[in-house]
């Protein structure tokens, strides 16, 4: 299944390191997310884009810095990450977000922080 | 308080068997409630959406209970590829904020 892509699937960064990640959909969506999903807990949902703009920032560090420029590709752009922020990012698509409840996600990238 | 709430499990269920479990939210303005599907190092899948009715996919069936603010789902006849963590998700707002809780891990086992 091919419908959400992301890259890389896996990332070892310093705390020090730039690093970026992607996501595309092919499914023709307008609504773009992105969570974190730390072990034993719930995703947390930190980005929420429509049709390339920004419409929900979940208090989320501005280490974190998302990037959308067209409706079917998504960035996280990374930097000066703390260990505790080793996680698995996952990207999710759906039709529009207020029917957002079908988010296709994509595998998503494990990231760990050293 | 969670806004979504499960037990952890794991659930070990012998093939063949019944099962089911509950998730409560805190949110009394919720309006649409799902179970998603997790396999071990995959994305989240939805798997039902869960209506004021209850309703049924096969083996899957889904109730809602808004004055007590849960919703339970129950497979019957488990399979081995039952096996998975299933995820409550409620909809809590018209921009489609999911909130998810952390999940209900089934185990199916022969």
């Known amino acids: 299944e091919t419908g959400v892509t992301q890259t890389p699937r896996h990332l070892v960064m310093g705390m020090t390191n730039k690093k970026s990640l992607k996501c595309e959909q092919h499914?023709?969506?307008?609504?773009m997310y992105w969570y974190k999903q730390s072990a034993k807990k719930p995703l947390e949902l930190m980005f929420v884009?429509?049709?390339?703009?920004?419409?929900e920032n979940n208090s989320v560090p501005s280490r974190f810095s998302p990037e959308c420029p067209n409706s079917s590709h998504l960035f996280l752009h990374l930097h000066t990450l703390q260990p505790e922020d080793s996680a698995l990012y996952l990207c999710?698509?759906?039709?529009?977000?207020?029917?957002?409840?079908?988010?296709?996600f994509g595998p998503g990238t494990r990231l760990t922080v050293t | 308080r969670k806004e979504v709430e499960q037990d952890p499990g794991p659930f070990n269920v012998p093939e063949g068997a019944t099962v089911a479990f509950n998730c409560t939210y805190s949110?009394?303005?919720?309006?649409?409630f799902f179970w998603y599907r997790q396999d071990c190092r995959k994305e989240p899948k939805l798997l039902m959406s869960?209506?004021?009715s209850g309703n049924e996919d096969g083996r899957f069936t889904a109730q809602l209970n808004r004055a007590s603010q849960y919703i339970s789902l129950l497979i019957r006849d488990s399979k081995l590829s039952d096996s998975a963590t299933y995820l409550c998700?409620?909809?809590?707002?018209?921009?489609?904020?999911?909130?998810f809780g952390a999940g209900t891990q089934v185990v199916v086992t022969p």
């Open positions: 499914l023709g969506h307008n609504a």
């Open positions: 999710a698509s759906s039709q529009n977000p207020g029917q957002s409840y079908e988010q296709y």
């Open positions: 884009y429509s049709l390339e703009e920004r419409v």
């Open positions: 869960v209506y004021s």
């Open positions: 998700v409620v909809k809590t707002d018209s921009w489609g904020k999911l909130q």
């Open positions: 949110n009394s303005a919720s309006q649409s």
